[in-house]
């Protein structure tokens, strides 16, 4: 099979013209057939702010009423997608802007309410993988904002990394699968303080050891255990990495791997 | 050849939910591929005044500086195009919206200031048919939205009229083309404030006599000269008419004719 590396970067990394930049150049220099998904990032919030909404987050999600889903789908599918979209261009990457709704690409369901309601929110229910597939198979690079939709016409805001996962398993079938999440940390690290403990190899034995001394934390325990879950569904390759290595021929930082 | 119907939409169609519904329903009972181009529309002008951005016209193009580039790339990239595409998935009919640097369909060059600065503003260059081609091959519809680039990154607020002549004529090589504008009135009017008076059928001969009369006014006289230029480079018919005769086996309104 064909290699594909999938590289998900945070919204924050595109916000920002300089490392904006970087990231194209490195992007750009990756061999082989590469798909790329973005996270929001903090426009959205500057320009729900700028339009006097009220801005909610409940453990780093967004409430998403009707207003700041148009918010999002603005910022996150027009503004940061198509800057992209424009400096790949300029790099001789042929690329082309997606959300989960284009192609029918990624089919979720609003999240029901239970003690929280986060209104417009997606959790995935499934992927179509034949239009990456062809995009793909076209040399042309895929690359996906943070919304989804219903099938019914309503389109959703949905966490990129759910989406980089189930994206990553659905085109295993098709291609060798590299996947990259490239975060604000050089890998996971025994002593948040110190970037020379990097972990470069973690299975779910050590990843258990490690969430039980507690020193992975909260919010990388979820990004974790769905790699462990993608590797287990498919992919070849999982890489936990900062934005200055994910384009290396072997990224340094944390490589997760079945025991 | 097979044949393809490409549809533009002005921006307001688009923005008013029940003008939305019925295009959706219209356009997907349009038998055969096709392609729409949509506008950009009063949003554009209603976020940037929100923003406290100075809103600026001249002959009724947009003044674009770096700010108001933004929020069309935001409103006409992200907003309009993706609440057009979860419509229409919700058809069943397989689209994808995409800007010119989307599979860099459309290059354009900024407009050069003579008289008048009007900033990020594209003059189209060049269409690249093949990204649409391959789309319109496997079944799916492209959606574009009234934004080029340069190939060098930068993305250009482009005059969706011109975008949809353009790529009518770069597909006329591929397929029999149907091309349809739909504005405001019925079709081309002897009488402005009298329905009953569009003229079903006209050539350059009348349109010249219609100019000299000063029956087509101002705004009319470039979209029916690019009409009679796309029937010139290979367009098989042009049609001027509102949003309700589009989809007829035979549109209602005013078809162009070569003499």
Chains 1, 2 share one sequence.
Do not use: W
């Not at 889903?69 to 424009?86: P, R």
């Amino acid at each position: 099979m064909e290699k594909l590396t999938i590289v998900k970067v945070g919204g924050k990394v595109v916000e920002n013209e300089n490392s904006l930049k970087k990231l194209l150049i490195d992007f750009t220099s990756i061999n082989g057939l590469k798909l790329l998904v973005h996270g929001g990032g903090n426009i959205a919030t500057d320009i729900a702010t700028k339009l006097n909404l009220k801005v909610e987050m409940v453990d780093g999600r967004r409430i998403t009423n009707k207003e700041m889903l148009e918010v999002v789908t603005m910022v996150y599918g027009g503004l940061v997608n198509k800057k992209i979209i424009a400096g790949l261009q300029a790099h001789g990457c042929n690329s082309v802007g997606l959300t989960g709704a284009d192609l029918n690409i990624i089919i979720a369901e609003k999240r029901p309410v239970k003690t929280i309601d986060y209104g417009f929110v997606g959790d995935i229910k499934k992927v179509n993988a034949d239009g990456l597939v062809m995009l793909l198979n076209n040399n042309i690079i895929p690359v996906i904002a943070p919304l989804t939709h219903d099938c019914k016409g309503q389109l959703l805001n949905t966490n990129a990394d759910d989406m980089t996962n189930a994206v990553a398993e659905a085109l295993s079938s098709y291609f060798k699968v590299r996947l990259i999440f490239c975060f604000d940390k050089k890998g996971v690290m025994l002593n948040q303080n110190d970037e020379s403990t990097v972990i470069p190899i973690l299975d779910k034995n050590k990843f258990s050891e490690l969430v039980k001394k507690g020193i992975v934390n909260a919010g990388m325990i979820p990004k974790l255990e769905n790699g462990f879950k993608s590797l287990d569904n498919g992919v070849s390759e999982v890489f936990i990495t900062d934005v200055n290595s994910f384009s290396l021929e072997k990224p340094i930082g944390t490589e997760l791997i079945k025991n």
